[in-house]
C-alpha cells in the first residue's frame, strides 16, 4: 500500500509540476515555490556576505557590478519583449567582487551574484567578465537551484519507495540495494543533469551577454584560459563537463549568436 501511494505521488508530480527554461524551450519541473526557493537564496547570500572579505580591488568591483547591471538590463527587455517578466519575478539583482584566491564565482537564487577576485587574472577583459557574469545570470534565470532541489526532493521519494520495496528482505540485500540506488542517482542522474544545466547556462550566458553588447567569441578563449593548468577529473564524475567538451560546445553555438547582437 505504501509502495502504490509514493508511485502515485510521483506520477502525480511529473503532471503538474511542469516549466519552460527561456529561449531553449528546455521541460522542466520545479517542486518547490520560486517563494521558497528564493527566500533560501535571500538567506545563503546574507549569511555569506555577513563573513566574506569585500575585494580591495575597487576598480574591478566597480566593473562587476556595471557589466552585471548591464547583462540584468538586457535580461529583463528580452523577457518583457517575450511577456515571460514573472519568470524572474522577486529577482532582487546584485553583483558582488569579494577577495577569495579560489578562481570561481556564483550565484545564488534570486539574482545575487559573488564572483571572486582570485578569478579576475583569468578576465583579461570586460568581455572576458561578461562570459562569468552571463553565465551565472544564467543560472538564476534558468532556476537551476530550485530545480536541482526538485531533483533531490524526487530521489528522495524514490529512495523510500525501494526501501519498501526492499522491506522483509535479508540485511545485505537492503544494504545493496540501497548503495546501488544511490550511486546510480549519483552518477546515472545528478551528475549528468548538472552538467546538462552548465551547458545551458552556456549558452543562456552567451545569449545575455550578447544582447547586452557582449562580444561572445571571447568565451573560447577565457574557458581555454581557466582550463590551463587545472588537473581535472574525469568527467562522469564531475558536475562540470570537461574543459574540451564545454570548449567544442562553445564554438558550435557562436553563430547562434549573430541573431541575438545589437
Not at 139 to 160: D, F, T
Request: charged share 20%.
Amino acid at each position: 500500500m505504501q509502495r502504490t501511494n509514493y508511485l502515485l505521488l510521483l506520477l502525480a508530480v511529473l503532471f503538474t509540476a511542469c516549466s519552460t527554461v527561456p529561449l531553449t524551450n528546455r521541460k522542466q519541473f520545479l517542486l518547490v515555490s520560486d517563494q521558497e526557493v528564493l527566500s533560501l537564496g535571500l538567506q545563503s547570500y546574507n549569511e555569506y556576505i555577513a563573513t566574506a572579505q569585500p575585494s580591495t580591488d575597487s576598480v574591478s568591483a566597480k566593473a562587476v557590478a556595471e557589466c552585471g547591471a548591464k547583462i540584468q538590463k538586457a535580461v529583463e527587455d528580452y523577457l518583457a519583449s517575450q511577456g515571460q517578466s514573472s519568470q524572474i519575478s522577486g529577482y532582487e539583482w546584485e553583483f558582488v567582487l569579494t577577495h577569495d584566491s579560489t578562481a570561481n564565482a556564483f550565484c545564488l537564487p534570486g539574482g545575487k551574484v559573488v564572483v571572486y577576485d582570485g578569478l579576475l587574472p583569468y578576465t583579461k577583459s570586460i568581455d572576458e567578465l561578461a562570459v562569468v557574469i552571463g553565465h551565472e545570470i544564467a543560472h538564476a534565470v534558468a532556476k537551476h537551484s530550485n530545480e536541482r532541489i526538485s531533483q533531490e526532493m524526487l530521489l528522495s521519494m524514490g529512495s523510500q519507495t525501494l526501501s519498501g520495496i526492499l522491506s522483509g528482505k535479508s540485511e545485505t540485500a537492503q544494504l545493496w540495494g540501497e548503495t546501488i540506488f544511490g550511486l546510480g542517482a549519483n552518477y546515472g542522474v545528478m551528475l549528468p543533469f548538472s552538467r546538462k544545466q552548465e551547458y545551458e547556462a552556456d549558452k543562456l550566458g552567451l545569449i545575455f551577454m550578447t544582447m547586452a553588447g557582449y562580444n561572445p567569441e571571447v568565451a573560447v578563449s577565457f574557458w581555454e584560459s581557466m582550463s590551463t593548468g587545472t588537473v581535472s577529473m574525469p568527467e562522469f564524475m564531475s558536475t562540470h563537463p570537461s574543459d574540451e567538451k564545454r570548449v567544442a560546445a562553445i564554438k558550435q553555438i557562436l553563430p547562434e549568436m549573430e541573431q541575438y547582437k545589437k
